[in-house]
T-cell receptor
Framework: EAGVAQSPRYKIIEKRQSVAFWCNPI?????LYWYQQILGQGPKLLIQ????????DSQLPKDRFSAERLKGVDSTLKIQPAKLEDSAVYLC?????????????FGPGTRLTVL | DAKTTQPPSMDCAEGRAANLPCNHS???????VYWYRQIHSQGPQYIIH???NNETNEMASLIITEDRKSSTLILPHATLRDTAVYYC?????????????FGSGTKLNVKP
């Protein structure tokens, strides 16, 4: 089965610019997650969707970050305007609830560099 | 607000067992322990998980102490391809509303 797809893989922008990341989860997975992974740290959850509704966005810096999941499939994460400290890898994951593992499947990530 | 503590790095000789420890002293009774690993430039991948019993699969074994405050991931015969960052994770919540709390991970270096 196809895995979680993300694009672009790499992005370099200057501070105060805007950027958007795209994620296509595994087909049939209702739950979608966006994580931020700063160099040398573990991933930190930014937002979780169940179908097209937000379940948890408590760690999302809402003054500059936004995310949507139209039609409950693909999702986009936007940063506007970007700051230097936003440099990180942004990981998308999806899961199919009700399985024994309750496993999250991760995409390869988008590496963002803010100059 | 990481719920787990891991050593930052460990070395292991190829072919030997790798034992990766994790402390999760504040874990609650219904919270699971998961282990994932992340190979350079890839997303994390599932290895194993457990609640209170020891678990084994084709990749690894998970030993959870009786008080559930710590666990150990065992890779029985480490290979060079097992070089990665290993994350011990506490899963909080139930069904559709669960959340993974990642620690900082252990960088395992498997040496020939």
């Amino acid at each position: 089965e196809a895995g979680v797809a993300q694009s672009p893989r790499y992005k370099i922008i200057e501070k105060r610019q805007s950027v958007a990341f795209w994620c296509n989860p595994i087909s049939g997975h209702a739950t979608l997650y966006w994580y931020q992974q700063i160099l040398g740290q573990g991933p930190k959850l930014l937002i979780q969707f169940q179908n097209n509704g937000v379940v948890d966005d408590s760690q999302l810096p809402k003054d500059r970050f936004s995310a949507e999941r139209l039609k409950g499939v693909d999702s986009t994460l936007k940063i506007q305007p970007a700051k230097l400290e936003d440099s990180a890898v942004y990981l998308c994951a999806s899961s199919l609830e009700g399985t024994k593992r309750n496993e999250q499947f991760f995409g390869p990530g988008t590496r963002l560099t803010v100059l | 607000d990481a719920k787990t503590t891991q050593p930052p790095s460990m070395d292991c000789a190829e072919g030997r067992a790798a034992n990766l420890p994790c402390n999760h002293s504040t874990i609650s009774g219904n919270e699971y322990v998961y282990w994932y690993r992340q190979i350079h430039s890839q997303g994390p991948q599932y290895i194993i998980h457990g609640l209170k019993n020891n678990e084994t699969n084709e990749m690894a074994s998970l030993i959870i102490t009786e008080d559930r405050k710590s666990s150990t991931l065992i890779l029985p015969h480490a290979t060079l391809r097992d070089t990665a960052v290993y994350y011990c994770i506490v899963r909080v919540g139930m069904r559709n509303f669960n959340k993974f709390y990642f620690g900082s991970g252990t960088k395992l270096n498997v040496k020939p």
